[in-house]
């Protein structure tokens, strides 16, 4: 589909887009490309180039992912912020029975904050608790999968970590931007408003965002940052010769 609109400003583009993307209305990479094209300031490969933005800055906003599908790069820094907020509340990380637990894990799925925070076909209303072998690996505390979630005994069976799984299985299956906000949300209604914003305060110092912008850049606007950057990679590539010179 190609929808022909009128550039006389920055914001007309810009305020058509969010508003596609608000609506839920089908604005493709491919209409952005054309949209490019249609400013007669870009080339084939600069419009290809604004259409890949485009995509990836409306999945991101569709998804609450800064990462491509499958790649989880902030695991790690997720698990330090949860390693350094256990240590100032660690009851929040003791252990309790399999039946408590179970009682626990209850009393959030059928609340109406764990039902209010699941997404779309992604996330599970009911999702369901086991607990694994013994045996299994030390390492791993918990799982979850989209047959619900797992806990090992004597290390995952506690309050945290339930509440780390559920966030998982409200639809988000990393440990992004959504997912950290989901985990913020039900830390705050069942252990604590206080621990919630800790914990927030743990992800923003390991530079661990908790929003993703939803702002699309019009295609002129693109191209301006793009020439900037353009034109700074000159600078800089010009100065290493002259020092090599």
Known sequence: ??????????NTMSDYMSSTIAQGIGFSSTDAYQTAL?????????ANKYANYYAKKSRAIRTGRLQAS???SGRNKVYSAEFALQRKYPDSSEI?????CQKYFN???KSKTYQSLVTGSRGQSNPQLRFM????SPRVA????WNGVALRPMIGTNKYTILHELAHTAGHMHHDVSFRVTLVKLVSRFLGVQMAKDLK????SRKLKMSVSQNIMSPLKWLEGYNRMAAMRDKNHLIKEMKND
């Open 38 to 46: 249609a400013t007669e300031r870009m080339g084939h490969d600069l």
């Open 107 to 109: 009393r959030i799925v």
């Open 201 to 204: 305060k743990e992800f923003r």
């Open 133 to 136: 072998k013994a045996s299994s």
């Open 142 to 145: 918990g799982q979850a999968s």
């Open 70 to 72: 499958g790649v989880d």
């Open 1 to 10: 589909m190609y929808i022909e609109i009128e550039i006389k400003g920055e």
């Open 96 to 100: 309790i029975s399999e039946k408590d």
